[in-house]
């Protein structure tokens, strides 16, 4: 019998971490391994409520759970935040290109996130620190609203003492608690320590953030190709067919949602 398209994969709840007032982690145990490539997404399916897309944020290499780090946003979104441990959800994919990590041996990585744009960010950190050796270095720069909106903040204290990983939080708005820099995350892409005859650029945050950020990238120097953006557009069936996701000549959903702002720039819906 033909494989229906549309049809999940079941995978149990087995941890929740709240990471923020309003972004959680979901990790989940899919009833078969499950496998994909940094940077591509999958479609989360809620029974009787809808679907909707995410990239994984956790490890590429570990094919029996998946973690999906997920910020309240809307109907299928807040669901999924009032389930607990041991409910089921369904998972479709993967889907799409992700980041080309061939391309980026031997170079130095400078990695920009914001917000919960940080989670498919993550998924990537895995498999460059399982690798270092293949790559120069790692520069992140992670922009929040403020310390209580950082997400993963168990992990960044390991993340930064890492050898050949240079990785500076940012915060809008600081609070007493917060010691570290205060500032928009583009306030802090001055003075890197990128080569930039041989480094990319990898920027994955909200709409706003992705823009000011490219703009200022190329401001410093980067070639158009060497910027990777992760677009993440409004999408529907994550397989080439609805066009909701479409940029000028692309479809998000099956030539991105990673790609270069070579690609991207001057066609329109890019919101760059
Ligand atoms: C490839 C891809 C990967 C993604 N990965 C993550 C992730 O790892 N973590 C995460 O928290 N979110 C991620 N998102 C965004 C996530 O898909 C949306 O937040 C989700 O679809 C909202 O669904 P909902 O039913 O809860 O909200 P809805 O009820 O559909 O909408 C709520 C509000 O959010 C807006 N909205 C819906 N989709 C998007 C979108 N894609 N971008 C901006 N605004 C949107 C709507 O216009 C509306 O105002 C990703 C999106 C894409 C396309
Ligand atoms: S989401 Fe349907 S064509 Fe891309």
Redesign the pocket.
Known sequence: MKKNIYQPLKATIEEIIQETPT?KTFRLKPEADFSFATGQ?IELTLPGI?E????P?SDPKVKDRLE????N??????ALHNMNKGEVVGIRGPY?LGYPLDKFKGKDILIVGGG?GL??LRSLLFSLFSDIDKYNKVIVRYGSRSPSDIVYKDSIPKWIKKDKVDFLVSVDVGDPSWAGNVGLVTTVLNNLPVNLNNAVGIVCGPPIMMKFVTLKLLDLGFKPADIYLSM????SCGLGKCGHCRIGKFY?CKDG?VFTYEQLKGLPDNYL
């Not at 999906?68 to 910020?71: H, K, N, Q, R, V």
């Not at 946003?73 to 807040?78: I, P």
């Not at 993440?232 to 999408?235: F, G, P, V, Y």
């Open positions: 972004i997404f809808g909707a897309p995410f990239t944020s999906l780090t997920i910020m946003a809307g109907q299928v979104t807040c799409g919960v989670a498919p993440e557009k409004s999408m998000a949602p």
